[in-house]
């Protein structure tokens, strides 16, 4: 008798934790060899520039292997234009059905021009990159065992959680910012084989890396209650300097556009020769900012130089990512925001306004709420600071500074700004190739929209889509007109591989509007 109950068990779930431990597993050993790579890469180029103050002769050389550094970048994004930039972009267009890329090109390409990019000391972060290179791991997994579009889908985003993961430890924020800011829902089936996925990435990590989080910083004070009006003034200053890193950002190729005769691809020669002064009077301040972060809780610099790193680092890490180069900007947004909260909490202990104790509580907060306002994924800036930091003890005014600083880009009218870049991107888009394979989606029913208690008869459906169930909590409904459609519940619709990016802008734009 408990055999054949054992045999009705549903054993889908299982298996795909089983196969995204798989997917983590390698994933995790892909990304933390990238990340190992460049922090051996960062650690000689920092290096090197000490050297250089004792012979300058030597920056003329440096100069041409920038060049032809750039010359071996610009051929690998050439050959593989979807390398470009962080590639969260492009992994959110691959789910969404936007974009058909293949998983080997990007896998070996963006692996091999993000160390030669990044590691030279760019302000670029290795985040973006190694979700992109953990998203092209589960897509080649998916690809080798035979799935199907939709499998496909769920290892790529498992592998995309792993990703981050394994770049900064932290995989209960991978996973929730795949499923808050690249997957758009929270499908169970994805969120379980994410998290099995993030989990094996960052057990391999670690073994890399050590236990000790990426920003282990000591902030034992606990914020006190009467001065969280200062948190308010914190999150408005990030929400509204995030707003202009996000235009500024989405402005950079027409600046670019100027260079007229330079190809797209070989841009990434002007920050590579803009790179070398910096490197040369500044080296602590290469990289991604890791290092400037640890930095502040070490010894805090004066207000004035304090502001001049942060003009530095805004300035250049645009200048980087502008240019194409396969590297990201999460790592760089922390950065900004932690010297942000370092300006603001150094300003109000001047003027005494708030111990100096507190400070670094500030550095700590503003990172959280600058990405928050800038990604506009509030849930991953929480608990990647948490994580990040390895303090469970300030949610609280993590969770307010967040907030706020979402709030305030929200009002200004700005977008999520990796689904800006993505709408960048596919302006003019690559469909997927017409193999007539069939394909499904899931579209969730928020509340106050204006599917919510409506009939299925009464939805103006795609006509390339066919609603075919709804999962109603832990059921699934087979729907027919009279249904009534709840807030929670999440919608099946069938359609084929070529027409599933249409079907679900088409069905996003019904289910995310206000309800009348």
Request: hydrophobic share 50%; net charge neutral; proline share 6%.
């Amino acid at each position: 008798m408990y055999w054949q109950k054992f045999k009705q068990l549903d054993s889908t779930r299982f298996k795909f934790i089983l196969k995204g431990l798989i997917v983590g597993l390698l994933s995790g050993v892909v990304v933390s060899t990238f990340r190992l790579l460049i922090e051996i890469s960062l650690d000689r180029v920092i290096k090197m520039y000490q050297w250089l103050h004792f012979h300058p002769v030597w920056l003329l050389p440096l100069v041409v292997v920038s060049i032809c550094l750039a010359g071996v970048i610009g051929l690998l994004v050439k050959g593989e234009p979807n390398i470009m930039g962080s590639g969260i972009p492009q992994v959110e267009g691959q789910l969404d059905g936007d974009l058909t890329i293949g998983w080997w090109p990007v896998l070996w390409r963006k692996f091999t021009a993000g160390v030669l990019g990044i590691g030279p000391g760019l302000f670029l972060g290795r985040e973006g990159p190694s979700i992109q290179l953990g998203a092209a791991v589960g897509q080649g997994v998916a690809t080798r065992l035979g799935h199907s579009e939709s499998e496909k889908r769920i290892m790529l985003a498992s592998g995309a959680a792993a990703g981050l993961a394994a770049a900064f430890n932290a995989p209960i924020a991978g996973t929730l910012f795949v499923l808050e800011e690249i997957y758009h829902n929270f499908s169970p089936l994805v969120w379980m084989t994410s998290l099995a996925s993030a989990i094996a990435a960052d057990f391999i990590s670690l073994n890399f890396f050590g236990l000790i989080p990426v920003l282990h910083m000591r902030y034992a004070y606990s914020f006190p209650l009467h001065l969280y009006w200062e948190l308010i003034v914190l999150g408005i200053v990030l929400g509204l300097l995030g707003y202009f890193y996000q235009r500024v950002l989405l402005a950079l190729p027409r600046w670019y556009g100027h260079l007229k005769g330079l190809p797209r691809y070989f841009h990434g020669v002007v920050p590579l020769l803009v790179v070398i002064p910096i490197g040369y009077f500044w080296p602590h301040s290469l990289g991604g900012g890791n290092l400037v972060i640890l930095g502040l809780a070490t010894k805090l610099p004066s207000f004035w130089p304090l502001l001049a790193l942060f003009l530095l680092r805004f300035i250049f890490s645009m200048i980087s990512y502008g240019s194409g180069l396969p590297g990201g900007i999460f790592l760089p947004i922390l950065t900004l925001g932690a010297l942000i909260g370092a300006l603001l909490g150094t300003l109000f202990a001047q003027w005494q306004l708030m111990p100096a104790m507190y400070i670094m509580n500030f550095v700590i907060f503003a990172m959280a709420g600058y990405f928050a306002g800038i990604g506009k994924a509030p849930f991953t800036a929480i608990l990647l600071i948490t994580e990040m930091v390895g303090d469970l003890r300030h949610l609280m005014p993590l969770a307010l500074v967040s907030l706020v600083a979402y709030l305030v880009v929200d009002l200004l009218g700005g977008a999520p700004i990796y689904e800006s870049l993505l709408n960048r991107l596919t302006a003019t888009p690559t469909p997927p190739a017409a193999n007539g394979e069939n394909d499904r989606l899931e579209i969730p029913v928020f509340a106050g929209s204006p599917l919510e208690d409506d009939q299925v008869r009464d939805v103006q459906w795609p006509q390339e889509g066919l609603l075919i169930a709804i999962r109603r909590q832990n059921r699934e409904l087979i729907p027919h007109g009279d249904t009534l459609l709840r807030a929670g519940d999440m919608l099946i619709v069938a359609t084929t591989c070529e027409q599933r990016g249409s079907v679900r802008h088409q069905l996003m734009a019904i289910a995310s509007q206000p309800k009348n």
